[in-house]
T-cell receptor, first 112, second 112 residues
Framework: TQLLEQSPQFLSIQEGENLTVYCNSS?????LQWYRQEPGEGPVLLVT?????EVKKLKRLTFQFGDARKDSSLHITAAQPGDTGLYLC????????????FGKGTKLTVNP | EPEVTQTPSHQVTQMGQEVILRCVPI?????FYWYRQILGQKVEFLVS????????KSEIFDDQFSVERPDGSNFTLKIRSTKLEDSAMYFC??????????FGEGSRLTVL
């Protein structure tokens, strides 16, 4: 069973602080996706990384895929209250079927 | 912007009853999925569907579950005889040509 472990599980910070959340696995994935999920809604895709060592930036969010394609990180610079939410990582395999394995998520709260 | 729509948003049912959850995927997408999320737990893959047949299913997707695309637009998940442990959010998703997975807002199923 492929498992994705996310850490920390909960994170509460003040507006303006930086933070990093982690997604780790013993399995190799062909792609790693990060989602954000609001209460009562479905996950919304933020980014997909597919190449080992890849770094992608989305405004204040920086995503990195580990060289061995087993882990990933999400770094948020100068967090804002609007960043509050559940951040999920999900690993996928090639083959046409997007069966994703999700982590349990990091629940981020940014206090004003 | 096209979106995946799901109905009902919330259904309460008695144990042993049949439930049908409905999804309208984005029109030009070819792969469709059902995922579920038990409260406080991770998003779990149930089944993928392509070309009018199941392409992959998880251990969770036992004989009590079935999927159908009856009319070319709706994609349904049926649970024949619900159990208490079937209480969860059920998410439908479809995949764009880019590989991006679009999730619906989910159907909350409560089994009493």
């Amino acid at each position: 069973t492929q498992l994705l472990e996310q850490s920390p599980q909960f994170l509460s910070i003040q507006e303006g602080e930086n933070l990093t959340v982690y997604c780790n696995s013993s399995s190799v994935f062909s792609s790693l996706q990060w989602y954000r999920q609001e209460p009562g809604e479905g996950p919304v895709l933020l980014v997909t990384v597919v190449t080992g060592g890849e770094v992608k930036k989305l405004k204040r969010l920086t995503f990195q895929f580990g060289d061995a394609r087993k882990d990933s990180s999400l770094h948020i610079t100068a967090a804002q209250p609007g960043d509050t939410g559940l951040y999920l990582c999900a690993g996928g395999w090639q083959g046409g079927s997007e069966k994703l394995v999700f982590g349990k998520g990091t629940k981020l709260t940014v206090n004003p | 912007e096209p979106e995946v729509t799901q109905t009902p948003s919330h259904q309460v049912t008695q144990m042993g009853q049949e439930v049908i959850l409905r999804c309208v995927p984005i029109s030009n997408h070819l792969y469709f999925y059902w995922y579920r999320q038990i409260l406080g737990q991770k998003v779990e893959f149930l089944v993928s569907f392509y070309n009018n047949e199941i392409s992959e299913k998880s251990e969770i997707f036992d004989d009590q579950f079935s999927v159908e695309r009856p009319d070319g637009s709706n994609f349904t998940l049926k649970i024949r005889s619900t159990k208490l442990e079937d209480s969860a959010m059920y998410f439908c998703a479809s995949v764009a040509n880019t590989g991006e997975l679009f999730f619906g807002e989910g159907s909350r199923l409560t089994v009493l």
